[in-house]
C-alpha cells in the first residue's frame, strides 16, 4: 500500500502527530509524511490511502484570518510557541479549494485542546466532510490528537497516533477484500 499524509501545523503538534501516524503506518507499506504547502495533487495520483490532518483553531480548519493571529502569538516577544517549517504555506482550505476529484481511501485527524469537543471543536469533522466531498471513502472516524493549553501534545499522544496508523494499515487491508 502507497500512503500518503498531508498535514497542517502551525506549531508544530500536527506535524508530530503526522509523523507519528506515518510510523504506524510504514511497516510493510510506502508512506510519505508531507506539509501542505508541498502536497501537488499529482503526489496522491498513485495513493491507496490519503491521511489528512490539521490544526483546530476557533472550533474547526483553520482559516485565513486564524492562520495569521498563529503567525502573529509565535513572534509576539516572550512567546512560548514557535511556527512549524512550514506554517506561512497554504492551509488544508485552500488545498482542498484546488484539489478537485479524488477517488481513492482516506481519514482525518485533527490536533485540539483536551476537553469535550461541544467546547474545542474539531477540525477533523471539517476535514471528513471535505474528504467525502472531493470523492475520497473514508475507512475511518475522524480521530482527535489533543494538546495542553500551553501548546505541547498531551503524554502519550504520539504513541496513540503511532498505533491509530496500524489501525488504518488494518482497516485499509479490511476495505480491500
Known amino acids: ?21 506515518g ?8 508512506v510519505v509524511v508531507v ?9 496522491l495520483d498513485d495513493a491507496d490511502l490519503v491521511v489528512v490532518g490539521g490544526p483546530t483553531h476557533v472550533h474547526g480548519m483553520s482559516q ?3 492562520r495569521e493571529a498563529a503567525v502573529e502569538q509565535a513572534h ?16 488544508l ?6 484539489l478537485g476529484p479524488v477517488d481513492t481511501r482516506a481519514a482525518a485527524f485533527d490536533t485540539r485542546l483536551a476537553g469535550p469537543a461541544v467546547f474545542t471543536g474539531r477540525a477533523s469533522k471539517g476535514i471528513a466532510r471535505l474528504l467525502g466531498r472531493h470523492g475520497f471513502t473514508l475507512i475511518a472516524p475522524a480521530e482527535s490528537f489533543l494538546v495542553t493549553s500551553d501548546n505541547e501534545l ?3 499522544e504520539e504513541d496513540r497516533a503511532q498505533e491509530w496508523g496500524g489501525t ?9 477484500h
Open 76 to 91: 509576539k516577544p516572550g512567546s512560548q510557541v514557535t511556527l512549524d517549517a512550514d506554517a506561512q504555506g497554504p492551509g
Open 154 to 156: 498531551r503524554p502519550g
Open 93 to 98: 482550505r485552500d488545498w482542498f479549494g484546488s
Open 168 to 176: 488504518l494499515a488494518a482497516e485499509f487491508t479490511l476495505a480491500s
Open 35 to 43: 506539509p501542505v504547502a508541498r502536497a501537488a495533487r499529482g503526489l
Open 23 to 30: 510510523r504506524g503506518l510504514e511497516p510493510g507499506n510506502d
Open 64 to 66: 485565513e484570518r486564524t
Open 1 to 21: 500500500m502507497r500512503a500518503v499524509i498531508v498535514y497542517e501545523s502551525m506549531f508544530g503538534n500536527t506535524h508530530k502527530i503526522a509523523e507519528a501516524i
